[in-house]
């Protein structure tokens, strides 16, 4: 006898948690982000799947049902409509700086100068309202005329000024930008919420790992992605390391107070950290032991010491880092690696965070399907062994071949079984 949704629901529910928690469950988890790959199989254009969000969900639900994994999401919060109200400057969609078929893309940029760092570690909360916003923003550039609003402390003689910097055309034309944002972002956390609701109503569970809670930066990647660049950053560690560390320090403190509170909010467990700069080349290990990593794990303790669980996604390769992740606390992590070499990530770390994607893009785009199935076996056997394992594509999914993908899964449930 088939399931019925809420036994699938259950099962697959307990299936993940068992892979992350580092037990071995009936079989290994596998776990689908289609992202840009559901136009694909909608036969739609990028854009329209990023502007029609009801369309995203009813593609998203039929094309889940038919490959049934364990867990499947599709373009989550990730969508244009924000970057479009407020004229983003660091960032390009499908119809909004790119073609309508291609995937989003991030503008890096000094956006944060050189001259900015007294100002950043003085005041984030000012610096980045009347200076970094106004930079990265076409519409919120009004906020550079707000007036600094510490001063907001000594009480009610300072309430003139502000009232006073209110009525310019446009600091008020910024503030109304914001007001319209938050009317967006309400109405798109309760439509992500129903759609959770309608996908458990089908047997899949949300709210598990990626997109489940919060979201992070390594303290350096926050300097280095949005702020300083990588050009700006990797100078700054030889020409400025001092205020750079300082720097990292209120960023630590920045990021768990927000994803704590995001999680508060959310009422989920999963912090989603992508580490953009940790990868083998981009810095030497001395630089790392000193720029990256032990700023990278405590944030990680912070989260955990307020009861989440980091799922750090591993960009890149690993291989002559993994030793550090023996640092972590045991059980507490999750990790998506990219390009490690997995049989040297089972062996290190394994018993330590549990280990989901590894598995190669490039063959779920244009195979061929015995390489698929002998490179899913080969996954099975090495990271499967012992449990702790969620199958899943290391990085997006956008240009899969549907036909492959089917071959994928399929072989997964046949060589995952425990």
């Excluded at 006898?1 to 036994?7: A, I, K, N, Q």
């Amino acid at each position: 006898m088939s399931e019925t949704p809420e036994e699938l629901l259950l099962a697959r529910r307990k299936r993940l948690m068992d892979a992350y928690e580092l037990r071995k469950p009936d079989r290994i988890p596998i776990r689908l982000n289609f992202g840009y790959m559901l136009a694909k199989l909608g036969g739609i254009s990028h854009r329209e799947l990023d502007n029609n969000p009801q369309v995203a969900q009813e593609l998203l639900e039929k094309w889940a049902c038919y490959f049934a994994p364990d867990m499947a999401s599709g373009l989550g919060p990730f969508v244009s409509a924000i970057s479009v109200m407020l004229g983003d400057r660091q960032t390009r969609w499908p119809g909004y700086g790119l073609p309508d078929d291609k995937p989003m893309q991030y503008l890096e940029g000094e956006y944060m100068k050189a001259e900015d760092y007294d100002d950043f570690l003085d005041d984030p909360t000012n610096f980045t309202l009347r200076t970094l916003l106004p930079r990265t923003y076409e519409k919120l550039e009004g906020l550079a005329k707000l007036p600094r609003l510490s001063m907001l402390v000594t009480g009610y003689p300072t309430f003139g000024a502000l009232a006073m910097a209110l009525k310019q055309p446009d600091l008020a034309a910024s503030l109304q930008a914001l007001t319209g944002v938050v009317k967006f972002q309400s109405e798109r956390i309760l439509q992500m919420r129903k759609d959770a609701e309608r996908m458990a109503a089908l047997g899949f569970p949300s709210g598990i790992a990626y997109g489940g809670g919060g979201f992070g930066l390594a303290p350096f990647d926050f300097m280095s992605d949005t702020l300083r660049g990588m050009r700006g950053i990797f100078l700054d560690m030889h020409r400025r390391p001092e205020k750079l560390l300082a720097a990292e320090e209120k960023a630590r403190r920045i990021c768990a107070e927000a994803a704590i509170e995001s999680c508060r909010q959310t009422g989920g467990k999963f912090v989603f950290m992508p580490l953009h700069r940790g990868s083998d080349g981009f810095m030497s290990i001395p630089q790392f032991e000193k720029f990256y990593w032990p700023q990278l794990k405590g944030l990680v303790n912070d989260l955990v010491d307020a009861g989440l669980i980091p799922a750090l996604f591993y960009e890149g390769v690993w291989n002559q880092r993994l030793h550090y992740l023996r640092e972590l606390p045991k059980g507490k992590t999750t990790g998506h690696f990219q390009s490690t070499d997995i049989s040297k990530l089972k062996e290190i770390a394994s018993d330590v965070l549990s280990i989901s994607g590894c598995f190669p893009v490039s063959l779920l785009q244009v195979g061929p399907a015995e390489k698929v199935r002998e490179q899913t076996k080969r996954h099975c056997e090495i990271l499967g062994r012992n449990g702790g394992f969620i199958m899943a594509a290391n990085s997006s999914m956008d240009e899969c071949d549907p036909g492959l993908v089917k071959v994928w899964v399929d072989a997964t449930r046949e060589y995952g079984i425990y």
